[in-house]
């Protein structure tokens, strides 16, 4: 059993959701609750928010991320904004690849590769998403997805900077569905997920590398999900919007 190992790793994926007043509410009603978590506590907050929640956050355990970046550090990008403009503001860390963006953002796993670059080029920590759709899951290629979808976002990711990323499986059925992975299928591919850092960069990086479950986790079903061995942590959706559900969830993790 390698999972002590590993750092896990509870991150709360606002989205689109809560105006900087409310994102100040949030942060501070959770500060209290999540002070002495045995994890990493993380909120990833929309670009508008990120101000006022590095000031909420400061001082505390919990960490500001944002929810992606552009892949150039700068230029004519319209709307984008770059790693190191999130870097300057004092962003530890990034989102990227999540299923909403390959979904209705035209994101590819070669934009993903450039953005995982750019992100790591700026110093920040990269929560890279990864999961099948229902279609591929029925027709067994989940773990030929997942392979494929980590592979590419990686190329040209050395050993050294793959300590600064964490992998999210997200079976993009379970994502705001309420329909979760089973604590074995969630383990089960986060398992497939860790041989492949394997296969790319050796056993003790892959041991070392905190894997996430998203998707429809929640303060019922963390506990489960987080026991496995190859569950290292949660990438939350919707129940990181109300700071009881998700310092739940931060306590299980802790467990
Ligand atoms: P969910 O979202 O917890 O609402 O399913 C997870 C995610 O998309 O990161």
């Known amino acids: 059993m390698n999972k ?15 105006g900087r007043a409310e994102a100040k509410a949030l942060i501070e009603s959770l500060v209290p609750l999540v002070k002495d978590a045995g994890c990493d506590v993380l909120v990833c ?13 400061a001082g505390t355990n919990i960490r500001v991320a944002a929810q992606n970046c552009h892949w150039a550090a700068s230029g004519a990008f319209t ?7 999130l870097a300057e503001l004092g962003v530890g860390a990034v989102i990227i690849g999540h299923s909403e963006r390959r979904q209705y953002f035209g994101e590819t796993d070669r934009t993903v590769n450039a953005r995982v670059r750019a992100a790591l080029d700026a110093g920040l920590q990269v929560i890279l ?18 392979s494929m979808q980590t592979k590419i976002a990686l190329a040209g990711v050395s ?17 705001g569905t309420g329909k979760t992975a089973t604590a074995d299928q969630a383990d089960e591919v986060c398992g497939l997920i860790r041989g492949v850092i394997a296969g790319l960069y050796g056993k003790d990086a892959a041991d070392a590398l905190t894997i996430q479950y998203g998707g429809s986790m929640n303060a019922g079903n963390a506990e489960e999900l987080l026991g496995k061995e ?26």
């Open 45 to 57: 907050v929309p670009y508008t928010d990120l101000e006022t929640a590095l000031a909420a956050a």
């Open 159 to 175: 050993a050294g900077e793959l300590e600064r990323v964490i992998i999210a499986y997200e079976p993009v059925w379970a994502i």
């Open 79 to 85: 709307g984008e904004i770059s790693a190191a403009m």
């Open 230 to 255: 190859h569950v290292d942590g949660g990438l939350i959706g919707g129940a990181s919007l109300t700071a009881p559900d998700f310092a739940a969830i931060v306590a299980a993790a802790g467990k």
């Open 129 to 146: 998403c990864v999961g099948e759709l229902l279609g591929e899951r029925e027709q067994n290629i989940t773990g030929e997805d997942c």
């Open 4 to 18: 002590s190992l590993r750092k896990a790793v509870i991150a709360g994926n606002w989205k689109m959701n809560k």
